[in-house]
Structure formats: C-alpha cells, structure tokens
T-cell receptor, first 116, second 115 residues
Framework: AQSVTQLDSHVSVSEGTPVLLRCNYSSSYSPSLFWYVQHPNKGLQLLLKYTSAATLVKGINGFEAEFKKSETSFHLTKPSAHMSDAAEYFCVVSDPLLPGANNLFFGTGTRLTVIP | DAGVIQSPRHEVTEMGQEVTLRCKPISGHNSLFWYRQTMMRGLELLIYFNNNVPIDDSGMPEDRFSAKMPNASFSTLKIQPSEPRDSAVYFC?????????????FGDGTRLSIL
C-alpha cells in the first residue's frame, strides 16, 4: 500500500537559516513525488515534482528536494528561509500502477513558521 | 494566465439549505478534481472528471453530494441538504490528464460554513 509520512507537523526556523521539511514514502513501484505549498486562504501550489528523472529536483522560490530511493525519502530543503515561506507544505506521492486520480496520497502537512 | 477559478470564496448558510460550489478549470486541462479539506481529515478527493465524464466518485461522502461537469470549462459541486458537518474548505483542481506524473493546479477554494 502507498503512503506518505511527513515527519514533522510543525517546523520553526529563523529568517535566513536553512529549511528542512522531511517526507518519507512507501511505494511498491517507481512513484512520482510532489511538494505543494499552501499559504493561508489559498489553494495548493506546486513547488516541484520528481518523475524518475534527475534525483535532485529544483523547484520554485529556491526550494529543492532530493529523491533517495534507498531511504524512501523526498525531503524538501531551502538554503535560506524568507518570511514569505511561512506556509503549510504537503508531500504527495502517486502510484502509477493505480488507476486515475485516486493514485495520489497526500501527507498530513508540515506548518513552517519563519521567525524574524 | 488565469488559474483555476472557484466561486464563491466564502459561503455561510443554514443547515438544510442547498449549496452550489462552482469551478472553472484551466483552459486546455482535461481533468478536474474536487477535494475537501478539514483539520481532522486533511485533504480528501471527492470526485474527478476526465473529458467532462465522472470517472471516480468513490470519495463523495453520501447521496447529498453531487457533482456535474456540463462542459470543459465549468463544474459544480452541490450539497442538498447541507449539514453542519459539511463545513470545510472545498478545492477544485485541474490537470492536463489524470496521469500520475501530471501536477494538479488548485483554485483558492470555497470556505463553507453550515450553521
């Protein structure tokens, strides 16, 4: 069965310091993996996606994530946090063997707080 | 470049009333999804359409919920009669196809409060 685990429900960092949001997944096949960000009163916005190409994926706003199959991880990082990064972040895994849109599995989210 | 457009942004109504949520997907996208987000259950897929045809509605909570997509540029999610437990944020999303490697583009949601 597919699943995704976001290891931290809340992460707090100071502005200008690195960000690490952790995500582990389980998948019986080569999954596609996504990170989405949700700002207050907004919908989810795609940050980046991994679809079996380069294992280090660069996204928008300076974020990147590395697919590590041996660790079944897809952690999201950013070298230097900005106040505008404060939001909820969702790790999403999809299983290509399952039909249709029910192949998407959303993590429970990590709330990132950036301290001035 | 317009994204997914949802209306209304907020809806407050009394229980028992009919509620209709509207969505305009991104032009050219063939797949449309309706989600519900609550603190307790997170993000849940309710139903999705491909080429205007409902493909999977197994996430629709009960018969009070119905969704239609009369054409490629418009979809509705209707709740009749509404109940307080339906209070949530409802998102519409669209993608080029329902393929697993296609990202979904979300609207800003409708915040629904049933009193």
């Amino acid at each position: 069965a597919q699943s995704v685990t976001q290891l931290d429900s809340h992460v707090s960092v100071s502005e200008g310091t690195p960000v690490l949001l952790r995500c582990n997944y389980s998948s019986s096949y080569s999954p596609s993996l996504f990170w989405y960000v949700q700002h207050p009163n907004k919908g989810l916005q795609l940050l980046l996606k991994y679809t079996s190409a380069a294992t280090l994926v660069k996204g928008i706003n300076g974020f990147e994530a590395e697919f590590k199959k041996s660790e079944t991880s897809f952690h999201l990082t950013k070298p230097s946090a900005h106040m505008s990064d404060a939001a909820e972040y969702f790790c999403v895994v999809s299983d290509p063997l399952l039909p249709g849109a029910n192949n998407l599995f959303f993590g429970t989210g990590t709330r990132l707080t950036v301290i001035p | 470049d317009a994204g997914v457009i949802q209306s209304p942004r907020h809806e407050v109504t009394e229980m028992g009333q009919e509620v209709t949520l509207r969505c305009k997907p991104i032009s050219g996208h063939n797949s449309l999804f309706w989600y519900r987000q609550t603190m307790m259950r997170g993000l849940e897929l309710l139903i999705y359409f491909n080429n205007n045809v409902p493909i999977d509605d197994s996430g629709m909570p009960e018969d009070r919920f119905s969704a239609k997509m009369p054409n490629a540029s418009f979809s509705t999610l209707k709740i009749q009669p509404s109940e307080p437990r339906d209070s949530a944020v409802y998102f519409c999303a669209s993608s080029l196809t329902p393929s697993s490697n296609q990202p979904q583009h979300f609207g800003d949601g409708t915040r629904l409060s049933i009193l």
